[in-house]
């Protein structure tokens, strides 16, 4: 009996030293003492309170708004406690609040609003007003003046005034839109200024505020017109009718303007000058000839120098530089300097020892120029030539020279900037020829001058022995043309030009120069169809960003599609990509000059199709480096030669082109001492029926690289795919051998 109540006694005691260590373990904190506990633990007090506004406004009587109480605590944290405090108003016969903080408007006036929390309070105020003054409308618009009587050739500014509900008025002519009923009479700008241009009458709106408002302009002569010969012109041809036509000119200039009508018949001039609003219009371009006096000197000879505002229509200047034989270059028919708002329309330009037409000026230049329906035969210097000139139109004319000279003529040559010259619409034609330009596009000289915004389109350009030659520009656009010169020449400092959309015949094709190391920029040949009887593309010296896309390029099977050589500065970054080249001797050859380190560094030749081209489609060798041959399409035309030389040669990816029915598909060789290549990648290429067997110098493999010159290093040739090739192998020097994997061969 004493042995088994030992035993159970002894199983209590171990039962409760079990249940102790597990109490132990579950609140291993057990023994902290209570005060330790309060000692850790963290008072959080009620700080403040705010409205979610320091004004609650109200602008009629019962009308509600719900408040919004926000606590913030001793601890940083925020709590929305609308529903929780005391609310209180100050004078309830202004506003009254529910206990859930929403307020109802009683009465005209302003009372305090309290909140409390926990002996934490917030004030605010309540403040009821239903006087409001009324919103102030647009009522109507006027136009100052409220119409215009203006002669052609002038410019006037109109204001544009908005009244209000409040009788307020003030201007919004720079709000405004304008528009014109009859554009031919008188034109609007953003900025309100009217410019009229011939007789009759429009209506000039401006619209703002949903509202609008028109006044009339009648436009007429300016002060009349007078005839040339009621001041003693003859118009025999012999008699020198300088003083008569000066007369007239200055009789109408006094006036204010006019226009000095000229009948038919051939007029002897030394040079006239036209004052500002004064025009001359003939009774015919076939029937009225103004001509350089036979005896006029033989210096700055031009036949009419225009002036501001100033219009010449409906007559032949001719230059007469057969009497002239010791003439100078500034011998024009029509000159202009500094002469701003002109219009030379409707005449025959001949026979100027200079120019047809000379714009040009000092630093403030020629501004909105129009020079349109002209035609324009074998002036000595060109037949337009444009020096310092803004805002330019050129349209509509026919320009022609069969003495050798350029028709159209940009060469401006102060230190600025210049812009807007659109051309459209003209016949270019031209015999120009032993490196001569039948139309030069230049701008302002030495850096960060440019002629900007020149826009080139609808024009047709026929000068088989004479270039076409871009200089200068920014933004210029070549587009939708029809030009068939010997060579189209982007010189020096374009930058972001485009030329696109245009069909091409060249003997000589497109050349890229950088010229002194002064580079085109990012230039754009786009979507053009190019038919050439040399090379298709040049690209020499140095250019940076040029792009060849979409173009369609046929040669004649002597000339290289694509040749760079770079030999002043490096050629970066030139893409070919979607183009087709067909019937040419060579493809796309990259070049270099052996004794200096410049080299074509970025180019990229993505998407083409070559056929018909005599040898490899792709030639890369020289100073090349990061060069990409992708997705590119060989049919009949061998694929890409790599020629190491005597330079450095990196980075060259060859991946995903279909070559087929060429000689051979990838070869890389060397030749020179010093060259090296690094950096290789032939994979994912399908190479189809390549025809050559190999000689005693090379394998004629579908992929070859010479085994008996220095191997390139870091090479992978992988996931290509050979089918039926004469030799439907891949060889390359045994070093290289574990670097050649994952090939297909069929």
């Known amino acids: 009996m004493k042995s088994t109540l030992f035993l159970f006694i002894s199983a209590i005691l171990l039962l409760a030293i079990v249940i102790g260590n597990v109490v132990a373990i579950k609140n291993p904190?057990?023994?902290?003492?209570?005060?330790?506990?309060?000692?850790?633990?963290?008072?959080?007090?009620?700080?403040?309170?705010?409205?979610?506004?320091?004004?609650?406004?109200?602008?009629?009587?019962?009308?509600?708004?719900?408040?919004?109480?926000?606590?913030?605590?001793?601890?940083?944290?925020?709590?929305?406690?609308?529903?929780?405090?005391?609310?209180?108003?100050?004078?309830?016969?202004?506003?009254?609040?529910?206990?859930?903080?929403?307020?109802?408007?009683?009465?005209?006036?302003?009372?305090?609003?309290?909140?409390?929390?926990?002996?934490?309070?917030?004030?605010?105020?309540?403040?009821?007003?239903?006087?409001?003054?009324?919103?102030?409308?647009?009522?109507?618009?006027?136009?100052?003046?409220?119409?215009?009587?203006?002669?052609?050739?002038?410019?006037?500014?109109?204001?544009?005034?908005?009244?209000?509900?409040?009788?307020?008025?003030?201007?919004?002519?720079?709000?405004?839109?304008?528009?014109?009923?009859?554009?031919?009479?008188?034109?609007?700008?953003?900025?309100?200024?009217?410019?009229?241009?011939?007789?009759?009458?429009?209506?000039?709106?401006?619209?703002f505020g949903g509202l609008t408002q028109s006044i009339l302009v009648n436009v007429s002569a300016p002060n009349g017109q007078v005839n040339v010969k009621n001041f003693g012109a003859v118009g025999n041809g012999t008699t020198d009718d300088t003083a008569a036509f000066q007369s007239a000119i200055d009789y109408l200039g006094a006036r204010g303007g006019g226009t000095v009508f000229v009948p038919a018949g051939t007029y002897s001039l030394n040079p006239i000058f036209l004052k500002p609003f004064v025009n001359i219009e003939g009774e015919s371009r076939d029937t009225v000839t103004l001509k350089l006096s036979d005896t006029s000197g033989s210096g700055y000879y031009r036949v009419i120098t225009m002036a501001n505002d100033t219009k010449i229509q409906n007559i032949t200047c001719d230059g007469n530089a057969s009497k002239h034989p010791d003439g100078i270059e500034h011998m024009h028919c029509i000159f202009a300097y500094d002469a701003d708002r002109i219009v030379i329309d409707n005449n025959r330009l001949i026979n100027a020892v200079g120019d047809g037409v000379s714009i040009s000026g000092s630093t403030l230049a020629s501004d909105d120029v129009t020079i349109s329906n002209n035609i324009l035969e074998n002036n000595g210097r060109s037949n337009i030539v444009v020096e310092q000139a803004n805002h330019l139109k050129i349209f509509n004319n026919i320009s022609t020279s069969t003495i050798g000279r350029p028709v159209l003529h940009f060469e401006p040559w102060e230190e600025m900037n210049f812009d807007d010259a659109k051309i459209y619409n003209n016949t270019f034609t031209s015999n120009a020829s032993d490196g001569a330009y039948c139309i030069q596009l230049e701008g302002g000289k030495n850096d960060n001058n440019y002629f900007n915004h020149v826009e080139f389109n609808n024009n047709t350009v026929t000068c088989t022995t004479g270039g076409f030659l871009v200089m200068e520009t920014n933004g210029a656009k070549i587009h939708d043309n029809t030009i068939n010169v010997e060579q189209f020449f982007i010189w020096i400092k374009n930058k972001d030009l485009e030329i696109y959309n245009n069909t091409i015949h060249t003997e000589e094709g497109f050349r890229v120069e950088g010229t002194w190391g002064i580079n085109s920029v990012n230039t754009q040949v786009y979507d053009n169809i190019v038919s050439t009887n040399q090379n298709a593309v040049t690209v020499v010296a140095g250019s940076e960003g040029t792009k060849f896309m979409r173009n369609d390029f046929t040669g004649n099977g002597t000339g290289t599609a694509v040749y760079t050589f770079a030999s002043v500065t490096d050629i970066k970054n030139t893409s070919f990509?979607?183009?087709?080249?067909?019937?040419?001797?060579?493809?796309?050859?990259?070049?270099?000059?052996?004794?200096?380190?410049?080299?074509?560094?970025?180019?990229?030749?993505?998407?083409?199709?070559?056929?018909?081209?005599?040898?490899?489609?792709?030639?890369?060798?020289?100073?090349?480096?990061?060069?990409?041959?992708?997705?590119?399409?060989?049919?009949?035309?061998?694929?890409?030669?790599?020629?190491?030389?005597?330079?450095?040669?990196?980075?060259?990816?060859?991946?995903?082109?279909?070559?087929?029915?060429?000689?051979?598909?990838?070869?890389?060789?060397?030749?020179?001492?010093?060259?090296?290549?690094?950096?290789?990648?032939?994979?994912?290429?399908?190479?189809?029926?390549?025809?050559?067997?190999?000689?005693?110098?090379?394998?004629?493999?579908?992929?070859?690289?010479?085994?008996?010159?220095?191997?390139?290093?870091?090479?992978?040739?992988?996931?290509?795919?050979l089918t039926g090739n004469a030799v439907n192998k891949i060889t390359v020097p045994k070093v290289l051998l574990p670097f050649v994997q994952n090939n297909i061969f069929n």
């Not at 023994?31 to 009629?60: D, I, R």
């Not at 926000?70 to 506003?95: E, G, H, I, P």
């Not at 605010?124 to 239903?130: G, K, M, P, Q, S």
């Not at 050739?153 to 528009?179: C, E, G, P, R």
């Open 29 to 207: 904190q057990k023994s902290t003492s209570g005060t330790a506990k309060t000692q850790q633990a963290k008072v959080v007090s009620l700080k403040s309170l705010s409205f979610n506004s320091s004004n609650y406004t109200f602008t009629k009587v019962n009308q509600t708004q719900q408040v919004k109480v926000t606590a913030t605590y001793s601890n940083q944290t925020n709590k929305d406690v609308t529903n929780s405090v005391k609310y209180t108003v100050s004078n309830k016969l202004v506003a009254s609040i529910s206990s859930s903080g929403l307020i109802k408007s009683k009465s005209n006036g302003t009372t305090t609003l309290t909140a409390s929390l926990n002996g934490v309070v917030a004030t605010t105020t309540i403040t009821v007003n239903t006087t409001v003054p009324p919103i102030k409308t647009l009522v109507s618009l006027t136009i100052v003046p409220s119409s215009l009587d203006l002669t052609t050739n002038q410019s006037k500014t109109l204001v544009v005034q908005a009244i209000y509900s409040d009788q307020s008025v003030i201007n919004v002519t720079s709000q405004s839109v304008f528009s014109s009923s009859n554009q031919n009479v008188a034109t609007v700008n953003t900025s309100g200024v009217v410019t009229t241009t011939n007789q009759g009458s429009a209506t000039i709106s401006a619209s």
């Open 577 to 721: 990509i979607d183009n087709t080249f067909t019937n040419f001797d060579t493809g796309i050859v990259t070049d270099y000059n052996v004794y200096d380190v410049l080299k074509i560094d970025g180019l990229t030749i993505q998407g083409n199709t070559f056929k018909k081209i005599n040898s490899f489609g792709v030639n890369i060798k020289g100073t090349t480096k990061n060069v990409t041959v992708d997705q590119n399409t060989f049919t009949g035309v061998s694929g890409v030669s790599i020629i190491v030389q005597d330079g450095p040669m990196t980075n060259i990816n060859i991946t995903n082109n279909s070559i087929s029915s060429g000689k051979n598909g990838i070869y890389q060789t060397a030749s020179g001492k010093k060259g090296s290549l690094s950096g290789l990648i032939i994979s994912g290429n399908l190479i189809s029926y390549t025809t050559d067997k190999g000689d005693a110098w090379h394998t004629g493999a579908a992929i070859e690289l010479d085994q008996n010159t220095t191997p390139p290093t870091n090479v992978s040739i992988t996931t290509n795919t």
